[in-house]
C-alpha cells in the first residue's frame, strides 16, 4: 500500500500569468505558498483483477480506457499499465472547485503514489513537469503550471515561466518572523459558491491567444503587482503586500465578469471595513475562498463569523508531495 499526499495552494501575487497562452509571449510570474490542507492518494493492489476507483465516484473496469476520471486514465496510460491490477483511493481534506488548486495536487500525489508503486523515483521538478502534461497536454485543460509546481515544491516559492516552458522556483527568501506573521493575518473563509476555473480560464486563454489588447494589459499589470508583491514580502512590509492584494484584486475582477458576484463583493466590503487591509478570492475566481491580509485579526474573525463564513485555518507546507506510507 502506498499513501501519498500533495498540498493544497494559496496564490501571494500574479496569479493567471502562469496559463502557456500568456507566458509563452511574455513570460509569467507570481508567488504562490503551500499550505497544510492535502490531497491523499492510496495505491494498493488487489487481490483480483482489474482497477477499483474510489472518490466521489466509484469505478471497477477491467480496461484503462473504460476509465471515466480522466486524470486517472491518462496517468495509467502515459505509464504503460498493461493488465491493470490496482485500487486507487482519493481523499481531500477541502473540496474541489474551491480556488486552491485541488486538481493539480491531485495530479501530483496520483504520480507520486503511482510510481513509488513502481518502485521508481520522480524529483519534485519531474514531477511537476509531468502532472502539468496530463492536464495541459494531454487532456488539454485551459489551466496553468502554478498548482503542479506549488504541490510538488511546497514552501512559500516564486516561480518564473519561460518562454520556452521552462520553470524556474525560487524560495521566498523572507526571515521565519515576516512567515509566522503571514500565518498569524492572512485569513481564509469559505465562500459556499463552488465552481470550476475552466470556463473563467478559457476566456483568458483566448483572449491572450488572440492578443486581446485589454487582456494582456491586465495580464502584464498582475505581473508587475507580482513582482511588487514579492519585494513587499522580502522587505518585511505586510501592510504594503494587504494593500497589493486589494490592488491586484480590482484588476482581477474586470478580467471576467464571471471572476465575482454580488454576495462576495458584500462579504469583500465587509471585510476591508473590519480589519482587513486586502484582500482577493484565491483561485481562477467565481467562488472558493477569500482571502485576507488582516490587521486586526480578532475582529475581521468575528465579522466574518457573524456573516456566516467559515474559516479554515492553515499554516504553510514545507515538504511538497511526499510518500506517507509504503509498504
Not at 149 to 159: D, H, M
Request: aromatic share 8%; hydrophobic share 40%.
Amino acid at each position: 500500500m502506498i499513501i501519498a499526499r500533495s498540498p493544497l495552494r494559496i496564490t501571494l501575487g500574479g496569479g493567471g500569468t502562469d496559463l502557456p497562452s500568456y507566458y509563452r509571449e511574455h513570460e509569467g510570474f507570481l508567488v504562490s505558498a503551500a499550505i497544510d490542507k492535502y490531497v491523499y492518494v492510496n495505491v494498493m493492489r488487489p487481490f483480483t483483477e482489474g482497477i477499483f476507483l474510489k472518490y466521489s465516484q466509484l469505478e471497477h473496469v477491467n480496461n484503462i480506457e473504460d476509465v471515466k476520471h480522466p486524470i486517472i486514465r491518462e496517468a495509467m496510460h502515459m505509464m504503460g499499465f498493461k493488465t491493470p491490477q490496482v485500487e486507487i483511493t482519493t481523499l481531500a481534506d477541502i473540496p474541489a472547485g474551491t480556488g486552491l488548486g485541488s486538481s493539480g495536487s491531485f495530479t501530483t500525489a496520483l504520480l507520486k503514489a503511482l510510481h513509488t508503486h513502481r518502485r521508481r523515483h520522480l524529483h519534485q521538478e519531474e514531477l511537476a513537469e509531468l502532472a502539468c502534461h496530463i492536464e495541459i497536454d494531454r487532456l488539454g485543460e485551459p489551466i496553468g503550471k502554478q498548482d503542479q509546481y506549488i504541490a510538488a515544491i511546497g514552501g512559500v516559492t516564486c516561480f518564473t515561466f519561460h518562454k520556452d516552458d521552462e520553470v524556474t522556483a525560487t524560495p521566498l527568501g523572507t526571515s521565519m518572523a515576516i512567515m509566522f506573521d503571514l500565518e498569524d493575518n492572512l485569513l481564509l473563509f469559505f465562500t459556499g459558491f463552488s465552481r470550476s476555473a475552466s470556463g473563467i480560464l478559457k476566456d483568458q486563454q483566448v483572449k491572450s491567444q488572440q492578443n486581446d489588447a485589454e487582456m494582456l494589459k491586465n495580464l502584464h499589470y498582475v505581473k508587475e503587482l507580482g513582482y511588487r508583491s514579492k519585494d513587499a514580502l522580502v522587505a518585511g512590509d505586510t501592510v504594503l503586500f494587504g494593500e497589493l492584494m486589494h490592488e491586484h484584486w480590482e484588476h482581477k475582477k474586470r478580467r471576467s465578469g464571471g471572476m465575482s458576484n454580488p454576495k462576495i463583493d458584500e462579504w469583500y466590503e465587509l471585510g476591508m471595513k473590519n480589519g482587513a487591509v486586502g484582500g482577493k478570492l484565491v483561485g481562477a475566481g467565481g467562488g472558493g475562498f477569500l482571502m485576507f491580509m488582516a490587521h486586526d485579526r480578532n475582529k475581521l474573525r468575528q465579522a466574518m463569523t457573524d456573516a456566516g463564513l467559515e474559516e479554515v485555518r492553515f499554516k504553510f507546507d514545507f515538504e511538497g508531495t511526499k510518500v506517507m506510507m509504503s509498504s
